[in-house]
């Protein structure tokens, strides 16, 4: 769920558990630097300096929008950066067809999320911080995404078309894990936007607003709907065929609700806070993926 202003008790948890974003920030940083800082010294390509100038001035304007606090944009240029440099192709480059549409879809699709009926959520104490998002969010939401063009960031052999076994299940998990972020953020803050009922996953039980693994009608539908639109972007982007679109959607939700179920046991119990259930839910996605196009 997307952070928001927390009551006493809740805040007091998040406090407590705050190593845990600190843990998730310094791990998804090292790994991924270590993967870029590898593929640089691999390739020091056209394609490679035009996808890190693109993600720097990506991460700028996120800044410059107060969509994300400096730190946080430094670990976006990051991420993204090695979902493009993992999804390109090289020499040749050509960013149309790289993950960096797809995180640019998933950054309009939050920064719009976000500002809906935003003095709506704010009387309510629901809104998101004007500062933006956090580093740890930025590193919870696109970490599993990056940790999957990883492998394609040390073996570039893995994005020639005739490798038809990885490249197409590594970029299918990266999809769903950027996908089940994108539903996650629009499903909590549309759902807190326009009301309903908020119930718990486990019981149905009625909770308020806000509640850890609450969710609505509205909000799971909107959700449900984010995710599409980031699969079907990825479509013509990463060259997906029905099927792998298919299981990168159906990942994507299963990781949406397995956030919600998550939020209303163990997160609701004190014993992970909000970072780390969305790092899990996003990497959940990412494992469906795996196991579907394993099966089928």
């Known amino acids: ?11 007091e948890r ?76 090289q020499p040749s480059g050509g960013w149309e067809h790289t993950a960096l549409l797809l995180g640019l879809a998933l950054f309009v699709l939050a920064f719009a999320a976000t500002r809906f009926r935003r003095s709506q959520k704010e009387q309510r104490g629901l809104a998101e911080s004007r500062r933006g998002r956090g580093a740890s969010q930025v590193a919870a939401n696109m970490g599993a995404a990056a940790f999957a063009a990883l492998p394609c960031l040390a073996s570039p052999s ?22 089940e972020a994108a539903a996650d953020t629009v499903s909590s803050e549309i759902g807190q936007a326009v009301g309903g009922q908020p119930r718990l996953l486990t019981s149905l039980k009625a909770v308020a ?6 969710i609505t009608v509205a909000g799971s539908l909107a959700g449900c709907a ?11 982007t990463l060259r997906l065929n029905p099927r792998q679109a298919a299981i990168a959607w159906i990942a994507a939700i299963v990781g949406l609700f397995a956030d919600s179920l998550i939020g209303a046991t163990l997160e609701r119990q004190g014993w ?24 089928f």
């Open 1 to 11: 769920m997307a952070e928001t202003p927390l009551p006493d008790a809740k805040a």
């Open 14 to 89: 998040e406090g407590r558990l705050h190593w845990q974003s600190k843990v998730l920030l310094l791990l998804v940083l090292i790994v991924a630097a270590a993967g870029l800082v590898r593929s640089i010294t691999a390739s020091w390509s056209a394609a490679t300096r035009e996808g890190l100038a693109i993600c720097a001035a990506f991460g700028a304007l996120v800044w410059l929008l107060r969509a994300a606090t400096p730190l946080a944009a430094v670990t976006g240029f990051l991420l993204t950066s090695c979902m493009y440099l993992g999804t390109v192709e």
């Open 158 to 179: 893995l994005l020639s078309h005739s490798l038809t076994f990885a490249r197409p299940i590594l970029f299918t998990a990266l999809i769903a894990a950027l996908a």
């Open 209 to 214: 607003p806000g509640t850890d693994g609450g």
């Open 226 to 236: 984010a995710a599409a639109f980031v699969v079907l972007i990825s479509m013509p």
């Open 272 to 295: 992970l806070n909000n970072d780390l259930v969305n790092f899990l839910s996003t990497t959940i996605a990412a494992l469906i993926v795996l196991a579907l196009m394993t099966i």
